[in-house]
């Protein structure tokens, strides 16, 4: 038997770390459609674009960029941690690589985005995925961290705000392009996260509107996703431990794998306090939310931020539940 083929790799102009065994998220598999049932071919909505995805090695961002390549999308994964990131590009076949990156440090966000220009000759899309969802003790404002508030801005703003620089850079000159972020219900209402969680989300879906006003001269749309909560490793660790003291951009998503069991635990939780029964939100309906924004059926929106929450901030403030 062969051996199986390296994932395909950008020109390593920056030092770039190796990869490790392959580690999958919690996110379930997509299933089978009805183009599968019926022996139709699905159209590719992403046919021809590329893409780069922050934070992608696991959670959300998995789902996203499997969603994104299973449309025929080219998609760079960019993350922190290579242990997930090499291999889920390597599991994908060539239309996914992998960069390493720091999304607070614009060095490393200018090379990501000049090294997927340099291989794949243009950039269509980039979602800002990656974030730290930050300590959740101590939960008053007046004992609030100094140090943890700039570590989560780092990352969820600071990030997404050199992730749109350097995506409007290479899009501008094009006249055209997608930029996405993925927010919160944080961001939408009080209540919901840490202090310097909710502070990010409500300055990232800010931070998109305002792009959109400025990239739309130049055809250039800006957008926003903000799910409740996703089950992920991140929110698992959250809702099991209540503190994530870790102080890496992949702290809350690496501590701990979650089990089964205390993912179903999280998702009976959610489920109880949306308004929208007989459904679970999943990683893959966010990505869903992003494969809309990315392709040309969204032609039209721009400065949007998408919730996707089963109905929660329609209803109610959830301080207390």
Not at 171 to 185: E, L
Request: aromatic share 4%; with cysteine.
């Amino acid at each position: 038997m062969s051996p199986s083929p390296s994932p395909p790799l950008l020109p390593r102009t920056c030092p770039r770390t190796t990869a490790s065994r392959l580690r999958v998220g919690n996110g379930a598999p997509f299933q089978k459609d009805t183009y599968a049932l019926f022996g139709l071919r699905e159209r590719k909505r992403l046919e021809g674009k590329v893409a780069i995805v922050t934070g992608g090695g696991r959670g959300i961002g998995e789902a996203i960029v499997r969603l994104f390549v299973r449309h025929g999308a080219r998609v760079v994964i960019a993350d922190i941690d290579a242990a997930v990131g090499e291999p889920l590009a390597a599991s994908l076949g060539p239309h996914a690589s992998f960069v390493r990156c720091d999304v607070g440090d614009e060095a490393d966000i200018e090379c990501l985005v000049d090294r997927t220009v340099a291989h794949h000759g243009r950039l269509d899309v980039l979602v800002n995925n990656a974030a730290v969802l930050g300590r959740q003790a101590p939960k008053s404002i007046l004992h609030l961290d100094a140090d943890e508030l700039d570590r989560v801005l780092r990352v969820n703003v600071r990030g997404a705000a050199l992730g749109m620089k350097h995506a409007a850079r290479v899009m501008v000159p094009r006249r055209s392009g997608c930029i996405i972020s993925v927010a919160s219900v944080a961001g939408v209402l009080g209540g919901l996260g840490p202090h310097a969680y909710t502070a990010s989300k409500h300055a990232l879906v800010g931070l998109t509107k305002n792009a959109a006003c400025e990239l739309g001269a130049h055809g250039i749309r800006v957008n926003c996703i903000s799910p409740f909560g996703v089950a992920t490793t991140m929110l698992v660790n959250a809702w099991r431990d209540g503190d994530d003291d870790d102080d890496s951009e992949a702290a809350a998503e690496v501590t701990k794998e979650a089990s089964m069991e205390e993912v179903e635990s999280v998702e009976e939780m959610v489920r109880g306090m949306a308004t929208l029964k007989g459904a679970t939100l999943k990683g893959r309906d966010v990505a869903e939310a992003a494969l809309y924004l990315a392709g040309d059926e969204s032609r039209y929106v721009s400065g949007h931020n998408l919730v996707v929450d089963g109905g929660v901030t329609t209803s109610r403030n959830l301080v207390g539940l």
